[in-house]
C-alpha cells in the first residue's frame, strides 16, 4: 500500500508524501473500514455521518488527515504553479469550464482525493494476491523468474522499463491471472433511472443491477479450468487469437466496463506488471507455511489475513 500510495502521489501530483505514509495509510484504512461497517450494518447504514458517535468521530478525524495531505499538495502547486508541470494535477488546476471558472478548491479536493484512494489500494492488493498465488504455484514462479531475468539480465541486471512491457507477456499473463481470480473489485453495481429490460428481465426503475467480476471471472464457459491459476492461458497461442482478444466484452472485466471503465486501468496494468517485475528480478519470494488466506470481501476484495513472504536477496 505504501508503495503504490507513493507511485500515484508521485506521478499523478508530482507530490512528495514519503514522510506522511503511515499517517495516510492509517487513515485510509479507518476510512474504507467505516465505509465496510456501514455496509455491512443497515443501522449505522442510515445513521447519518454526522452523529458524533465513536465511530463516526474516527471516520471525520481520518478524512480531515487525508484532507490535510491533499490540500497541502494544492496548495503548494497552486503557489507555485505558472506553468504546467505536466501532470494530472496540473491538468485538473488549469482545467476551465466553459464560462472559463476554474474548479473550486473543493472540487479539486474531491478529484485529488478519488485518485489516491482508488489508484493505490486495489494495485496493492493485485500484487498481494500475485504474490500469494506465485507462492502457491512453484512452476509458474520459476517460469516467471525466468522470463524477469532473460528480459533483464538477471538480479545484477537492469530496473524494467515501460518498454519491457511487450517483453514480458508471462508476466502480464501472472498480473491478468491474479485480476482474474481475485479482482480487487469483485463486483460493479448500477441503478436503473428508468423502467427498462436488460437480457430479457425486467428492470424497474431504481432496481439495481449486480456484475460480478468474481462469478463471471471464474464461469466454465470463458476460462477452461477456471479455478486454476495459469498465466500461460494469456499468452499468444500459435495459430489462434490470444484469449484477451477471443472473450465475450464482459467475461474478463476488473477494471468495469462501458461509460464508467477505469480511468487508471492502463496505469495499474503497468505499474503492476513492471513493480512484479521489479520485485522477483531482485528477490526470491517464500510464501511463509501455515498461513489460511482466503478472499474477503470488504469495500474492495482484500486477503482474510496479512501474507506472509519472506524475501531473500537474490545472487547472481
Ligand atoms: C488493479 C487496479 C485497479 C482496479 C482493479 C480498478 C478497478 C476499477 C473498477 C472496476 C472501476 C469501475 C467501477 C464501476 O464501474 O462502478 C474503476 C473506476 C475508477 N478507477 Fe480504478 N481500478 C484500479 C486502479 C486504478 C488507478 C491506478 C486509478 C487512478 C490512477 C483508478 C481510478 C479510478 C477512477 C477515478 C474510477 C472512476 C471512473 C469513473 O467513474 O468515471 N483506478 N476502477
Avoid at 12 to 23: K, N, P
Avoid at 51 to 68: I, K
Avoid at 176 to 182: N, T, W
Wanted: net charge neutral; proline share 7%.
Amino acid at each position: 500500500m505504501g508503495l503504490t500510495l507513493h507511485i500515484v502521489a508521485k506521478t499523478l501530483f508530482g507530490a512528495e508524501v514519503t514522510a506522511e505514509l503511515a499517517a495516510i495509510g492509517a487513515a485510509t484504512e479507518t476510512i474504507l473500514s467505516h465505509i465496510q461497517s456501514r455496509i455491512d450494518n443497515l443501522f449505522l447504514f442510515l445513521l447519518p455521518d454526522t452523529v458524533p458517535t465513536p465511530g463516526n468521530r474516527r471516520y471525520q478525524r481520518a478524512v480531515r488527515r487525508l484532507e490535510e495531505t491533499v490540500y497541502r499538495v494544492i496548495d503548494e502547486r497552486q503557489a507555485a504553479l505558472a506553468a504546467d508541470a505536466g501532470d494530472l494535477l496540473s491538468m485538473l488546476l488549469l482545467a476551465r469550464d466553459e464560462d472559463g471558472s476554474p474548479m473550486t478548491r473543493r472540487q479539486l479536493r474531491d478529484e485529488v482525493m478519488t485518485l489516491f484512494l482508488a489508484g493505490h489500494e486495489t494495485t496493492a492488493l493485485t500484487l498481494s494476491w500475485a504474490f500469494l498465488l506465485l507462492g502457491q504455484h512453484p512452476e509458474a514462479y520459476e517460469q516467471l523468474l525466468a522470463e524477469i531475468d532473460s528480459v533483464l539480465g538477471g538480479p545484477d541486471g537492469r530496473p524494467p522499463e515501460a518498454d519491457d512491457l511487450a517483453r514480458l507477456p508471462f508476466t502480464h499473463g501472472v498480473i491478468d491471472e491474479s485480476l482474474r481470480l481475485y479482482p480487487p473489485a469483485a463486483a460493479v453495481t448500477r441503478l436503473a433511472i428508468r423502467d427498462t429490460e436488460v437480457g430479457g428481465m425486467r428492470l424497474p426503475k431504481r432496481g439495481q443491477v449486480i456484475a460480478s467480476q468474481w462469478v463471471l471471472h471464474r464461469d466454465p464457459r470463458y476460462f477452461d479450468d477456471p479455478e486454476s491459476f495459469r498465466p500461460e492461458r494469456w499468452l499468444p497461442d500459435q495459430g489462434q487469437e490470444p484469449l484477451a482478444r477471443r472473450l465475450p466484452r464482459f467475461a474478463f472485466f476488473p477494471f468495469g466496463g462501458g461509460q464508467r471503465l477505469c480511468i487508471g486501468a492502463g496505469f495499474a496494468t503497468t505499474e503492476a506488471v513492471l513493480l512484479l517485475a521489479s520485485v522477483c528480478r531482485r528477490f526470491r519470494l517464500e510464501l511463509l507455511p501455515g498461513q489460511a488466506i482466503t478472499p474477503k470481501l470488504s469495500f474492495t476484495l482484500r486477503p482474510s489475513a496479512p501474507i506472509r513472504v519472506r524475501l531473500h536477496a537474490r545472487a547472481a
